[in-house]
């Protein structure tokens, strides 16, 4: 009898998780999990007990149809309180567009990324900027070189 019961609890339990998963919707995610890459970049600040990360997004919406097409980088900067491990983003920022962005160095003693963005005019000229990003927990400032 006992047997019998356990069976039907056994094959009630599957019954009652079956079946089709809805298709979630939510484009902001859909983005998100589509374009972010991080770019292997992070640095923890133990002086300041936080971590910063660097994520990327490629556009191709930049294009125009009279010249080489070449995409626009955003770059995103995340503190979060976590070691190299998963933990909830305090804060993120958003870097200006520009078609390539390099870490030039990530000064370990305070929290500050040193950057450079690299925009093409229509000739294939370069304009080249440094940047000099300087970080808190929750905030962040970003200052030409």
Request: glycine residues 2%.
């Amino acid at each position: 009898m006992i047997r019998l019961i356990l069976f039907s609890i056994v094959l009630i339990s599957f019954s009652v998780h079956s079946g089709p998963l809805e298709r979630a919707v939510n484009s902001e995610l859909e983005f998100v999990l589509n374009k972010l890459v991080w770019t292997g970049e992070r640095q923890r600040f133990e002086k300041y007990d936080f971590e910063a990360r660097l994520y990327k997004t490629s556009s191709m919406d930049s294009c125009a149809i009279l010249y080489e097409c070449r995409a626009l980088e955003k770059i995103y900067v995340v503190t979060t309180e976590a070691d190299g491990e998963e933990a909830p983003v305090m804060s993120i920022y958003q870097l200006p567009e520009a078609h390539k962005w390099e870490v030039l160095n990530w000064d370990e003693s305070e929290p500050e990324i040193t950057l450079k963005s690299i925009n093409y005019r229509k000739d294939g000229s370069e304009i080249t900027r440094k940047y000099l990003l300087k970080l808190t927990y929750i905030s962040a400032t970003i200052e030409d070189l």
